[in-house]
Structures are given as C-alpha cells and as structure tokens.
C-alpha cells in the first residue's frame, strides 16, 4: 500500500506507463481484436491477498488489458463518433482526481461550484447564446436530454407529476433520425414509450415542421399533452440538422418545451461561422453538447444550459437538513441541477483545456478536421469504387464502397459489411455504419484530436487495398 508521502516516489512508472501508450498508440490496432471473454480468461478468479509490485502490475496492464482496448485517441480512429481528449485535459483530470472533491454543492467545493458557472458564461459568448441563459455540466446528453425530459414534465404537469405520479397523455416529439436516449429518457421519466411521437424527416434526413405541426394538432384533438419536442442539431447516424429556427417558432405557439440535441456537432458552435445553426435559441428552452465529443476534453463532460434555471432547480431541489447551509440562494448548489447528488470537479478540466490551448488554437483545430473531410470526400468523389451517399458536412462523410460492376441493393448492402469487417479487422483503422434508406453505408468521421494528413492517407490507402482484396476474390 503506497502513502501520500509516497507519491512523487512511486508515480515515475505510471507515467512511464502513459508515456509508452501515447508513443506507441499509432502501432496498436484501432479497434480491439480480441474474442468474448479471451480478457476474463485471463484475469485471475480471486482478488489478490496483499499487494503486488506495480511493475508486475504494469507488466499485465500490456500484456492481459491494452490488447482488449480500442483506441479511441488513436489518430486512425473514425468510427461513431470521437471521445477526443488532449494532454490539457489529461492534466486537469489528474488534480481533479487527486483533489477528489465532492462537489454537490458550493459549500463542498466553492472553486468547484463558481469555476463551473464561469466556463458556461465563457460558452455563451463564444456560441452566442444569450447571456440570461444558465448552465451546468452533466455527465453525458443522454443524461442532459433526460434532464430536460423531466423538467418539461413537471413545467407541464405545474409541478405536479412529482408528487401525484404521471399523467399517461403527455407527448414528446423527434425526428425519426434522433438519438435513442430520447425514448430512454421518456421511459426513464415515467412517461411511456407509447408517447413518444417520431417525425418523418425530408430528403436531409432532418425533421419535417409540417409533420411536426399535424402530430401535435393531432394530440391536442384527443387530450394529448404536447410536453417537448427535441431538436437534434447533428443526428447519430447522418449528422442531420433539424430546423431549430421553424420548430422554435411553432414550440412558442403551442407552448411546448424545447430541447436542443447539438452532442457532437455542438462543439463546431465555437466557430463564428456556425453560429447560424442556432439561430431561434432564444425561443428554446434547454440546450446540450459534449465537449468530451470534439472539444478535446476527455470523458465524461455534457454542457446543459436553459433559459429558465428555476423551472430546472424546482424539478430536482430535495433539501434533506443535512444540505441546508446559510449561503443557499446566494450561489448555485448544482446538485439540484440534474439526478445526481454526487458530482465530480469536471470544470477544472475545461479549464485546462481553454487555458492550455487558447481559443483560437481550439478553433484551428476544429477548421482543420472540416478541411480534411472536405479532402476525403473529394477523395470518394473521385474514385471509381466508392460513392458519396450524403454531401460531406464539418467533419463527418458518409459513403459506400460500389463497384461498377454491381446495382443490386442487397449484394451491395452485404459486400459493404463484408468490407466494414475486412476494414477494421486489419486494424489500421476503425469505422462504423449505418443504413440510410436500405443501404448500408459507411461513416467516416475525422475529429480525433491529433490526427494529420498523414493519417487520412492512411484511411485512404485502406480503402484502396480493401476495395482491392475484394476484387480480388470476385
């Protein structure tokens, strides 16, 4: 058992350790190659009795774990979408471990409490949302977008589902295309899955406002209770934009909740010239993104901001005498701001993050993920064994391998799993699908935060020698 006083002693390793990972992650397989339950068979069935040397422990860290990770900080990393960090990040997530804070409300941590409302007046202004607007960190939008769910509901309900149960008409409105923790979170609040009212989309794959407009028309005929609708500013499988400003305007007539979805793409709102995909905020009610998406802050960081931070606070305040303190009402205790009651120092790493890159090298680093993507699209465009399915948007293309040779649907829908698998079992790189229309098509998205030329020349050259092997065998 290692001491405090121990620490700068016994650390050497570990970051010899890290060091190792970060020098030799471009030598690793992207995706992990290993079968079920090759990792359990090798962990011992008993926990050690005393303690064991770190480097025996190091030593099985390479050999028994790292072959069962998938890098997601690998630069030849494109699948789903990224969980960027940056060594700024890395170094704010060692103080916060190493303070350990609890940090519920202001009086268990007050840097903690007033550092997390600063780094939300630093987003406002640099993505233009109005400055009335407040916000938090959750962990993840799953859990933001479940925060608006429920606060939606009691603001519907005049807070009453709270204490009385929820009433079994009370509708919530998405695209077709959005993100499944919608409906999980409409489960989760208790409101049923039956409620959940999906909106077909147009050619873009973004939500249908007439549609949306006759769902809701519909519901209120038959003492249905419009409660939220949720735009989803970057959908999950083709990075779709639902139009914020239309919906906005029809949520205001209807007064319904509106909950902007923007968890990948929301980062790109740190760029002046994407402002304009949030024009009609001001008309909304609820807001989320994931910096630990593409804004080189690891895991786990959900910024969620509203325009009404009472409507949130009087949905999830519980004050047990334990948690009363005389500073209430002065500063924000943001454990009535979301479900937990435990909450971790996530700003500091934010901070780190803004401080030790700067906004403009934030912003350069974004621009450059667009402008490769706008390369490897051009790179499908102009290949006779590949096809564009969508135009490419910020950092995301999607595409589908096609021979000249082959038009049937489902011999091209089961070649490009055949060759998705091929791909990623080589291991030099990683990517995903999704099916648009019938087709099975692949996602290739470029915001791993160091990734280079070099490594889209890496993706592409796979490509070429994959689409090649399978020439080969037909």
Same mark, same amino acid.
């Given at each position: 058992?290692?001491?405090?006083?121990?620490?700068?002693?016994?650390?050497?390793?570990?970051?010899?350790?890290?060091?190792?990972?970060?020098?030799?992650?471009?030598?690793?397989?992207?995706?992990?190659?290993?079968?079920?339950?090759?990792?359990?068979?090798?962990?011992?069935?008993?926990?050690?009795?005393?303690?064991?040397?770190?480097?025996?422990?190091?030593?099985?860290?390479?050999?028994?774990?790292?072959?069962?990770?998938?890098?997601?900080?690998?630069?030849?990393?494109?699948?789903?979408?990224?969980?960027?960090?940056?060594?700024?990040?890395?170094?704010?997530?060692?103080?916060?471990?190493?303070?350990?804070?609890?940090?519920?409300?202001?009086?268990?941590?007050?840097?903690?409490?007033?550092?997390?409302?600063?780094?939300?007046?630093?987003?406002?202004?640099?993505?233009?949302?109005?400055?009335?607007?407040?916000?938090?960190?959750?962990?993840?939008?799953?859990?933001?977008?479940?925060?608006?769910?429920?606060?939606?509901?009691?603001?519907?309900?005049?807070?009453?589902?709270?204490?009385?149960?929820?009433?079994?008409?009370?509708?919530?409105?998405?695209?077709?295309?959005?993100?499944?923790?919608?409906?999980?979170?409409?489960?989760?609040?208790?409101?049923?899955?039956?409620?959940?009212?999906?909106?077909?989309?147009?050619?873009?794959?973004?939500?249908?406002? !007439? %549609? #949306?407009?006759?769902?809701? =028309?519909?519901?209120?005929?038959?003492? /249905?209770?419009? &409660?939220?609708?949720? @735009?989803?500013?970057?959908?999950?499988?083709?990075?779709?934009?639902?139009?914020?400003?239309?919906?906005?305007?029809?949520?205001?007539?209807?007064?319904?909740?509106?909950?902007?979805?923007?968890?990948?793409?929301?980062?790109?709102?740190?760029?002046?010239?994407?402002?304009?995909?949030?024009?009609?905020?001001?008309?909304?009610?609820?807001?989320?993104?994931?910096?630990?998406?593409?804004?080189?802050?690891?895991?786990?960081?959900?910024?969620?901001?509203?325009?009404?931070? !009472? %409507? #949130?606070?009087?949905?999830? =305040?519980?004050?047990?005498?334990?948690? /009363?303190?005389? &500073?209430?009402?002065? @500063?924000?205790?943001?454990?009535?701001?979301?479900?937990?009651?435990?909450?971790?120092?996530?700003?500091?790493?934010?901070?780190?993050?803004?401080?030790?890159?700067?906004?403009e090298a934030m912003q350069e680093k974004l621009r450059f993920h667009i402008q490769l993507n706008t390369t490897f699209a051009d790179f499908i465009q102009n290949s006779k064994d590949f096809e564009l399915i969508l135009p490419p948007f910020l950092c995301f293309s999607c595409f589908r391998f096609k021979?000249?040779?082959?038009?049937?649907? !489902?011999? #091209?829908?089961?070649?490009? =799993?055949?060759?998705?698998?091929?791909?990623?079992?080589?291991?030099?790189?990683?990517?995903?699908?999704?099916?648009?229309?019938?087709?099975?098509?692949?996602?290739?998205?470029?915001?791993?935060?160091?990734?280079?030329?070099?490594?889209?020349?890496?993706?592409?050259?796979?490509?070429?020698?994959?689409?090649?092997?399978?020439?080969?065998?037909?």
């Amino acid at each position: 058992m290692i001491e405090r006083q121990d620490f700068k002693k016994n650390v050497q390793p570990i970051l010899d350790w890290i060091d190792f990972y970060f020098q030799n992650i471009e030598n690793l397989p992207v995706k992990s190659q290993v079968k079920p339950k090759e990792i359990y068979d090798e962990i011992p069935t008993t926990a050690p009795k005393t303690a064991e040397e770190w480097q025996v422990i190091l030593n099985d860290l390479t050999d028994t774990i790292l072959p069962g990770i998938t890098h997601w900080q690998h630069p030849n990393y494109h699948a789903y979408f990224t969980a960027n960090s940056s060594i700024e990040s890395l170094y704010g997530e060692f103080i916060t471990s190493a303070i350990a804070a609890q940090c519920m409300i202001w009086e268990t941590s007050p840097a903690a409490a007033e550092l997390e409302e600063r780094m939300m007046d630093w987003f406002k202004d640099l993505m233009n949302i109005p400055r009335e607007w407040e916000g938090t960190i959750q962990d993840t939008a799953s859990t933001s977008t479940l925060v608006a769910i429920l606060t939606a509901r009691e603001w519907k309900t005049d807070f009453k589902s709270n204490e009385y149960g929820v009433p079994n008409n009370l509708r919530v409105y998405c695209s077709t295309q959005t993100h499944s923790s919608i409906e999980k979170g409409v489960k989760i609040a208790g409101m049923g899955s039956r409620n959940v009212v999906k909106i077909d989309v147009d050619e873009h794959f973004a939500m249908r406002v !007439d %549609l #949306l407009e006759k769902a809701i =028309e519909e519901d209120l005929a038959n003492d /249905k209770i419009p &409660t939220c609708v949720v @735009v989803a500013l970057g959908t999950t499988g083709t990075v779709a934009m639902d139009p914020l400003k239309e919906v906005a305007a029809l949520c205001q007539r209807h007064q319904i909740w509106l909950h902007i979805d923007a968890a990948f793409v929301g980062s790109a709102f740190i760029l002046p010239e994407y402002h304009h995909f949030l024009e009609g905020i001001e008309l909304s009610d609820s807001f989320t993104f994931n910096p630990h998406k593409w804004l080189f802050t690891n895991f786990d960081c959900s910024i969620y901001m509203v325009k009404n931070a !009472d %409507l #949130l606070i009087n949905t999830f =305040e519980i004050l047990p005498e334990y948690l /009363k303190t005389k &500073t209430r009402g002065q @500063v924000n205790d943001y454990r009535d701001w979301g479900i937990q009651l435990g909450r971790r120092f996530r700003a500091l790493k934010l901070w780190f993050v803004f401080r030790g890159m700067g906004v403009e090298a934030m912003q350069e680093k974004l621009r450059f993920h667009i402008q490769l993507n706008t390369t490897f699209a051009d790179f499908i465009q102009n290949s006779k064994d590949f096809e564009l399915i969508l135009p490419p948007f910020l950092c995301f293309s999607c595409f589908r391998f096609k021979p000249k040779n082959e038009s049937n649907l !489902d011999s #091209l829908n089961k070649l490009n =799993e055949e060759f998705l698998q091929m791909l990623n079992q080589r291991g030099k790189v990683f990517l995903s699908h999704t099916k648009i229309n019938g087709q099975y098509v692949l996602r290739m998205v470029i915001a791993q935060t160091y990734v280079e030329e070099k490594h889209l020349e890496i993706a592409i050259n796979e490509l070429r020698e994959v689409a090649q092997l399978i020439a080969n065998k037909s």
